[in-house]
């Protein structure tokens, strides 16, 4: 499967580019950069420390689309969004790590989805998901009557959004699985006096500092007892693995939206 990366000069789009070259069923097709980009025209492969494998680094968005299968994304809402329908347009795979959404980029992300195979997660790594699974299945066995529900994450210095994706990822697998809507029962911040805590908020914590790639936490809090659920990432090729393993599972696929957990066969 011939995969463009998106954002190829960056952290995360250098480890992108590593993982596809050692994956079986992958090849690397395009590395797209921003304009002005002091990468344009170094090969992708020497910048993600593999040597020279014929893949210059480009702004040309056109140029960088010819001929690819599937687009492999963790840049920016704007840029994502604007390359959803790039990908409907050419009916390709579009793979999504991206976080930090707003409603009105949602809404264009599932219209684009009609037309093409979109893989979109908060989190694309295998335990994470596995953790929305059990997240879910532990706020449904514990009440908001008996215990409170927490969601505790750290992040290195550099992360722009929060809480992040993976956060509100958890946060809606807990709120799935008491039958609520996150968006009115979350508490994103407090400050002050701000009286005792609602019954049946999901409380969000944010931490950011150094390198940390990812923590994540959810606590649900009873009367004498205290459950713990966490995820510690100490290296990003796990997301990047878990990205093209999705765009693998992509291919050939009916339109439509889809998470990690359906990738790993984890929905319904």
């Known amino acids: 499967m011939k995969l463009l990366v998106l954002g ?56 960088a689309l010819a001929g690819a299968d599937g687009i492999i994304d963790f840049t920016a809402p704007a840029v994502s969004t604007a390359f959803a329908a790039r990908a409907a347009e050419r009916g390709i795979a579009h793979v999504i790590g991206t976080t930090g959404f707003s409603a009105q980029d949602e809404a264009t992300i599932a219209e684009a989805a009609r037309r093409a195979v979109i893989v979109k997660s908060g989190n694309m790594s295998l335990g994470v998901n596995l ?82 790639v990812g923590e994540h936490t959810v606590i649900l809090a009873g009367e004498g007892e205290r459950i713990e659920l966490t995820h510690r990432a100490t290296d990003r090729a796990i997301f990047a693995r878990g990205a093209v393993t999705a765009a693998l599972w992509a291919k050939g696929r009916p339109p439509g939206l889809y998470s990690m957990r359906d990738v790993l066969g984890l929905s319904g």
Do not use: N, Y
């Open 131 to 212: 953790l929305a699974g059990l997240v879910e299945q532990a706020a449904r066995a514990l009440g908001p009557d008996a215990f409170d529900l927490e969601v505790l994450e750290m992040h290195h210095r550099h992360k722009v959004d929060a809480p992040s994706g993976t956060a509100l990822l958890l946060g809606e697998a807990a709120a799935k699985g008491r039958g609520i809507d996150l968006s009115e029962s979350s508490v994103r911040s407090r400050d002050g006096h701000i009286g005792a805590r609602p019954e049946g908020s999901i409380g969000f914590a944010t931490l950011r500092g150094g390198s940390v």
């Open 8 to 63: 190829a000069a960056g952290r995360m789009g250098r480890t992108l580019v590593k993982v596809i070259c050692e994956r079986d069923g992958a090849t690397l097709s395009g590395a797209l950069e921003r304009d002005g980009s002091p990468a344009l025209g170094q090969d992708a492969g020497l910048l993600a420390g593999l040597g020279e494998i014929g893949v210059p680094v480009t702004a040309d968005a056109d140029e």
